[in-house]
């Protein structure tokens, strides 16, 4: 079974984990994600110059550069988000792969990545009380709403 996290860094990696190796059994694997959304204001900035990596050179003669370093941005923010599920995951022998996605729409973006994925199921944090009027506005709920996927939403520590 394939099992697709999703994460904003707010998922608790012990209980995560210890559902997933069970849900995902002997063999499975599961894909955690991060999904970014970066604003125009710092997209632009990188443009610019005015953001870079500290191990970037400061030449900005190639064209394509910001994009190259947007992707950076995401990767290692995304690295960072999902580090504890990530090793709580191995510490359990369960296979694990990490995408860092860009997107405006996030739910569509988690969507998108459990089809790419051939994801069984998908698992995310639920930070909203689900049983509210806002509630129904929220990443989760959408995920839910529109996925033809189980999704098992798990609430964050109190």
């Given at each position: 079974?394939?099992?697709?996290i999703a994460t904003a860094g707010v998922l608790p990696p012990g209980p995560v984990a210890d559902f997933v190796e069970l849900l995902a059994g002997p063999g499975g694997r599961a894909t955690v994600m991060n999904v970014t959304q970066a604003p125009a204001e710092f997209l632009d900035e990188l443009e610019d110059g005015a953001?870079?990596?500290?191990?970037?050179?400061?030449?900005?003669?190639?064209?394509?550069?910001?994009?190259?370093?947007?992707?950076?941005?995401?990767?290692?923010?995304?690295?960072?988000?999902?580090?504890?599920?990530?090793?709580?995951?191995?510490?359990?022998?369960?296979?694990?792969?990490?995408?860092?996605?860009?997107?405006?729409?996030?739910?569509?973006?988690?969507?998108?990545?459990?089809?790419?994925?051939?994801?069984?199921?998908?698992?995310?944090?639920?930070?909203?009380?689900?049983?509210?009027?806002?509630?129904?506005?929220?990443?989760?709920?959408?995920?839910?709403?529109?996925?033809?996927?189980?999704?098992?939403?798990?609430?964050?520590?109190?």
């Amino acid at each position: 079974m394939e099992v697709l996290i999703a994460t904003a860094g707010v998922l608790p990696p012990g209980p995560v984990a210890d559902f997933v190796e069970l849900l995902a059994g002997p063999g499975g694997r599961a894909t955690v994600m991060n999904v970014t959304q970066a604003p125009a204001e710092f997209l632009d900035e990188l443009e610019d110059g005015a953001w870079q990596p500290f191990d970037a050179p400061a030449d900005r003669s190639d064209p394509e550069r910001a994009a190259r370093e947007a992707d950076r941005y995401i990767q290692e923010r995304g690295s960072k988000i999902v580090a504890p599920v990530v090793a709580a995951l191995k510490l359990r022998d369960v296979a694990t792969a990490t995408l860092f996605v860009e997107a405006e729409d996030v739910a569509q973006a988690i969507l998108d990545t459990a089809e790419r994925v051939s994801a069984d199921a998908i698992v995310m944090g639920a930070t909203r009380r689900l049983f509210n009027e806002v509630a129904w506005t929220s990443v989760s709920m959408t995920v839910t709403a529109k996925s033809s996927l189980p999704v098992l939403l798990i609430p964050e520590p109190s």
